[in-house]
């Protein structure tokens, strides 16, 4: 629309705002995800299942509050990010339900002496919680350059949360869990956005002085050693919560988002052979003495060798369940994933994918994932700041990384990380963090989509007169 300003037509630049697009997209997801649990419940018992209709209209519920403050919060925002982010939620919630019908897994647990509880309901609920977060997060911040302000702050935030699980008992292994009583919580998954915010924030001051003050070696260009100081610290704090939590994916997805980072506001690709190098060094030095470390490569390096299958098959249990799965896979509800045990609805959520859907299956859930990265990627394309620029890829390289962490793990592509698919798998700490990940970029994406001002009126146009001959 033009808009006419006295002596000028200069107009703002309008933009239509997509949101019956997003609607419809909405209604798709959740389409399909209600198709897929009647499908999993004609699969089992030869029926619908009898939760099909409070699922169907929780997922109605969720999806439309989320739609309906994005249309009212966020009105030229990504029309694509929610309905993407709904249908990996609604698909992880059928897949978790999916494994709860296991008779193997109800069996194992009384074998144990536990109470056996589904996990669907639970997840449910966090689902529920995390879109809580997405509302709230749109609601309070009305412009994401105000979180530059807090750069600081979200590094001693950021710290925090990853230093304290080491005061807290390991669990399978990993000291990356905060347990109080019946409440858990992973902080990492917290600490990957305010990591981003920081990053941000400081390569804002210093992307300068990073990609000019450098000196150019064998075809690549060397940073100078006071420039080295943040990179070095960086690579010694990731190594730290290697060593001391036994977290390899928390360690890979903190280097590698600064790597990412780093290498977008500076242009130089000595910055990633520097990463890939410096981080390569790191893990084989921390998996030469590291018990737990270095037993996951061994696991990665032979998973069917019998020293691997006598601590855990579930590496093993996996790679047959993509195998079995073949092209097309056997069909929703009707695979052995469930062989897997106990990590089968978590880290390994993948593996019921593969080998029910197959690798058809694999691609298009991949392929959503990829979709919401290359959205994000879009919006920081499009961003008008350098930090929201900045911001928007460090959340999209951080939820990138962490789903090649996950996929290529669980797929033998890397060790395993022990880091969950984010929306798929089962677990509240992900759900909520990945939520209000999504709320960000959709918040600096409405930022960037919104028409431009009109501009301002001259002061001059009244005063100027025409003088005719």
Do not use: C
């Not at 997922?59 to 994005?70: E, K, N, S």
């Not at 917290?190 to 981003?196: G, H, L, N, V, W």
């Not at 997805?253 to 910055?271: D, H």
């Amino acid at each position: 629309m033009s808009v006419v300003t006295n002596t000028t037509t200069i107009g703002a630049i309008d933009a239509p705002s997509r949101r019956n697009t997003e609607l419809m997209m909405m209604v798709f997801a959740i389409a399909i995800s209600v198709f897929a649990y009647a499908n999993v419940g004609l699969a089992i018992d030869g029926k619908l299942p009898s939760g099909m209709l409070g699922y169907g209209a929780g997922l109605v519920l969720l999806g439309g509050v989320a739609h309906l403050v994005v249309r009212k919060f966020a009105p030229y925002a990504d029309p694509l990010l929610l309905p993407l982010a709904t249908l990996l939620n609604g698909l992880g919630l059928v897949l978790i339900w999916r494994l709860d019908q296991s008779q193997r897994l109800i069996q194992r647990a009384k074998q144990m002496g536990f109470t056996y509880s589904p996990d669907a309901p639970k997840q449910l609920l966090y689902s529920a919680i995390g879109v809580a977060f997405f509302v709230a997060v749109l609601m309070v911040l009305k412009d994401h350059r105000v979180l530059q302000r807090y750069t600081y702050i979200s590094m001693v935030v950021a710290l925090v949360l990853l230093i304290t699980p080491i005061f807290f008992p390991e669990v399978n292994g990993a000291k990356i869990w905060i347990s109080l009583g019946p409440f858990s919580i992973q902080p990492g998954e917290f600490a990957k956005i305010f990591i981003a915010i920081f990053f941000s924030g400081y390569l804002m001051v210093k992307r300068d002085a990073l990609a000019l003050a450098s000196r150019r070696f064998m075809g690549m260009y060397l940073p100078r050693g006071r420039d080295l100081g943040p990179i070095l610290t960086i690579w010694a704090l990731s190594i730290l919560i290697l060593v001391f939590e036994t977290d390899l994916g928390t360690s890979l997805l903190f280097f590698g988002l600064f790597i990412v980072m780093l290498y977008v506001a500076t242009e130089r690709t000595s910055w990633i052979v520097f990463g890939l190098l410096m981080s390569a060094a790191g893990a084989v030095g921390v998996a030469t003495f590291e018990p737990h470390v270095q037993q996951r490569v061994d696991a990665w390096l032979a998973p069917f060798s019998e020293k691997t299958m006598a601590q855990s098959d579930q590496i093993a249990q996996s790679l047959m369940s993509f195998g079995s799965g073949g092209t097309l896979g056997s069909g929703l509800g009707q695979g052995h994933s469930d062989l897997i045990m106990f990590a089968a609805n978590a880290d390994f959520i993948l593996s019921t994918v593969g080998e029910e859907l197959g690798l058809a299956g694999m691609m298009a859930v991949l392929l959503v994932y990829g979709l919401i990265v290359e959205r994000g990627i879009r919006t920081a394309l499009a961003a008008r700041d350098p930090f929201g620029k900045l911001l928007a890829v460090g959340l999209s390289g951080a939820f990138a990384i962490q789903v090649f962490v996950v996929a290529g793990g669980v797929m033998g592509l890397i060790p395993l990380s022990g880091m969950t698919m984010p929306f798929l798998a089962y677990g509240g700490s992900s759900v909520l963090a990945n939520w209000a990940l999504i709320a960000i970029l959709i918040r600096i994406s409405d930022t960037a989509r919104r028409p431009a001002p009109a501009p301002a009126p001259s002061p001059d146009a009244e005063m100027t007169q025409v003088v005719r001959p």
